[in-house]
């Protein structure tokens, strides 16, 4: 009834997560309204972003180069490697401001219920990086899947590489937090993790 | 602190109509996720709907043609109009399949708040079709904007062709509706246009 390439776009659209019909066609109605300038430029970015982004070869993280900006940069402290899921949680950690080292990006998690095993992950490169490593931090999820991630990368570095520090970052109730409306296994964590008053 | 292509993505998509930057992220990844030649399909349709869509030059709905396919349609009632705000308005009327005549879209609707005066809609070509017109439904929104538009064409057509039957869609409880779940508008509509009982 729209006409074809109008409902093509409808249809391309709601591959999108989380997109019906509905949004769909008001995504579409909204890119149809652009200038053609700005149409012609938001289908050049999603070339650009098939063309030239890769996996940075050091830490998997997403990136235009074969090595990241992270990586390449001589300022970060290259013996400190924070592993995670996802190239969105190294944006999310860099936002802190707060970490000065580097970032090992898995590309997944270990997860028996989807059948992901360590082999489907960039777990490997992460091995070729260790012997330069001075801590490893697991910034995996605090979840059924990124616990198990975890717990199974602590296993297998202590057993390569006893001298190397392996931590995890913390679970607790997350800043505004309030006791009464945390669950259980945070509450938990919260008090079996407390820490001594600083005076 | 995502690569140049990717973060120019994210912007792009947070124009669509609702999308902030959560979901344009995760919109953007999931194009990324994207095989090559999906991707290159999506792009192509962004760029086809600019360049292949237009207005039907007689009824304003959008087409690949000069003459949409309704307009086109010999099947149909040419005598019949059926007065809309946009497209997705006609979409809506015939997947009903009730509808046998024509449209038209008047891509607005006449709005003192946002400024939008008759002549900003498309209005001329309607007149242009009266001559051949029996009966202009008037299926403008059920608001106040969409009531001052039918107002304002019913009183015009009036004027210039007293024999043409000029209607407006009925306002009434919707299918479903509950009477004690109705707004008041709505609720006296439904009594002042109630109808007997066919038996």
Chains 1, 2 share one sequence.
Request: charged share 25%; glycine share 6%; aromatic share 6%.
């Amino acid at each position: 009834m729209y006409p074809k390439s109008l409902m093509e776009l409808i249809e391309r659209l709601k591959v999108l997560p989380g997109v019906g019909e509905k949004t769909a066609e008001r995504y579409a109605f909204s890119i149809m309204e652009m200038n053609t300038d700005n149409a012609k430029a938001f289908a050049q970015t999603i070339m650009d972003v098939h063309n030239k982004i890769m996996y940075c070869k050091v830490c998997g993280n997403l990136s235009e180069n074969e090595e990241c900006e992270i990586c390449k940069n001589t300022q970060r402290n290259h013996r400190q490697i924070f592993v995670v899921q996802s190239p969105k949680d190294v944006v999310a950690m860099e936002k802190t401001g707060e970490y000065q080292g580097t970032y090992h990006v898995l590309n997944g998690l270990i997860s028996s219920s989807k059948g992901i095993m360590p082999d489907d992950l960039n777990i490997a490169s992460l091995y070729e990086r260790l012997p330069q490593a001075e801590e490893v931090i697991l910034g995996t999820n605090i979840t059924m899947d990124g616990e198990t991630t975890a717990m199974y990368l602590d296993k297998v570095i202590k057993t390569k590489y006893p001298n190397i520090l392996v931590t995890r970052i913390a679970h607790g109730l997350p800043s505004g937090g309030m006791l009464d409306y945390a669950d259980e296994m945070t509450l938990a964590h919260a008090l079996a993790d407390r820490r001594k008053m600083n005076r």
